[in-house]
């Protein structure tokens, strides 16, 4: 069995679910960042989306994408009844402007000064990135 196969017959395995963590950093994400449910938001990195869910529960206007095409295959699938939630299946073919730019825990899995130069080209005039990571040291 291929990854994507495994990928998409275990897709209950890897649904996102809102739990205290998720719950708690996404709250902070908020608070710290200002973020406002009319903003435009682009969540990188979306990974299966558990942060995602917690922000489009409550009605926050989101597009996410991941470079992890199983990922992407999955959200499509989970988050399809969301109207408020927009998947993009490749992360460099992003030509929109966001008024926020947001990730969870995956700074470190990119080159810094590269994935901030191109996340400055899709921020709207005074957008904001906002990132949580789970080592100070990135």
Known sequence: MGME???IKNMDMYKPVINNYTHKVVQKLIAESGIKK???I???GCGLGRFTLNLAKVGYNLT???ANKYYTEINKRFFKSFKNVKIIEDPS???DKFDYVIGFNILHHV?????LNEV???LKKN????FIEPNPCN
């Open 42 to 44: 682009l969540e990188m």
């Open 111 to 115: 080159d810094i000064s590269i994935f």
């Open 120 to 122: 400055s080209k899709i």
């Open 64 to 66: 996410i994408t991941d």
């Open 93 to 95: 073919s992003i030509n």
């Open 38 to 40: 009319e903003h435009k």
């Open 5 to 7: 196969e495994y990928y």
């Open 127 to 130: 957008g904001t990135m906002a």
